[in-house]
Antibody
Framework: ELHLVESGGGLVQPGRSLRLSCAASGFIFDDYAMQWVRQAPGKGLEWVSGISWDSGSVGYADSVKGRFTISRDNAKNSLYLQMNSLRGEDTAFYYC????????????WGQGTLVTVSS | EIVMTQSPATLSVSLGERATLSCRASESVSSHLAWYQQKPGQAPRLLIYGASTRATGIPARFSGGGSGTEFTLTISSLQSEDFAVYYCQQYNNWPSFGPGTKVHIK
């Protein structure tokens, strides 16, 4: 059975950094691109970033470009999102997602981890 | 950036009725369009990709259509478990989502 389990969320002050992790199991991790998608509480979905199976293709939403970095470790079946210079508008549930491509549709979603940026 | 819009914002439907949801792209996305369903407190679930291909395990009452800039999601006979928020997503460029349509019970 497929599992995508996010961790690393929490309360952080504006301007600080946070690193999210996603542990994947139940599928061949390095066969798939992966993405991060976020959702502010009570709001809609926003694509954040995507990475191809071999890390050769990476993309970011304009809202996070230059501040967030996506990466993966296929040996550890893990996906990461390094978030720097955090702002209040980054407050959201962050979903790890198994995707058809770095910038394609999502096949499967994790349950999300909440990041709250506040002083 | 491709901007996605959805209409209506909310849709009131009775059990067993047909529901048609619309999605529009600010420029052509060909058939690179997906639909997702999200229930309260849950992660989204893929329903349709490639504008009209149902994902694994999705009932046949869900169907998608359209290409270019105009798309529809049709639920032929609403069941109680279908009341949710539905999002469209283009992936012709880096992905972007529509604002969602909330389907609730009339």
């Amino acid at each position: 059975e497929l599992h995508l389990v996010e961790s690393g969320g929490g309360l952080v002050q504006p301007g600080r950094s946070l690193r999210l992790s996603c542990a994947a199991s139940g599928f061949i991790f390095d066969d798939y691109a992966m993405q991060w998608v976020r959702q502010a509480p009570g709001k809609g979905l926003e694509w954040v970033s995507g990475i191809s199976w071999d890390s050769g293709s990476v993309g970011y939403a304009d809202s996070v470009k230059g501040r967030f970095t996506i990466s993966r470790d296929n040996a550890k079946n893990s996906l990461y999102l390094q978030m720097n210079s955090l702002r209040g508008e980054d407050t959201a549930f962050y979903y790890c997602a198994k995707a058809n491509g770095a910038g394609s549709h999502v096949w499967d979603w994790g349950q999300g981890t909440l990041v709250t940026v506040s002083s | 950036e491709i901007v996605m819009t959805q209409s209506p914002a909310t849709l009131s439907v009775s059990l067993g009725e047909r529901a048609t949801l619309s999605c529009r792209a600010s420029e052509s996305v060909s058939s690179h369009l997906a639909w997702y369903q999200q229930k309260p407190g849950q992660a989204p679930r893929l329903l349709i990709y490639g504008a009209s291909t149902r994902a694994t395990g999705i009932p046949a009452r869900f169907s998608g259509g359209g290409s270019g800039t105009e798309f529809t999601l049709t639920i032929s006979s609403l069941q109680s478990e279908d009341f949710a928020v539905y999002y469209c997503q283009q992936y012709n460029n880096w992905p972007s989502f529509g604002p969602g349509t909330k389907v609730h019970i009339k």
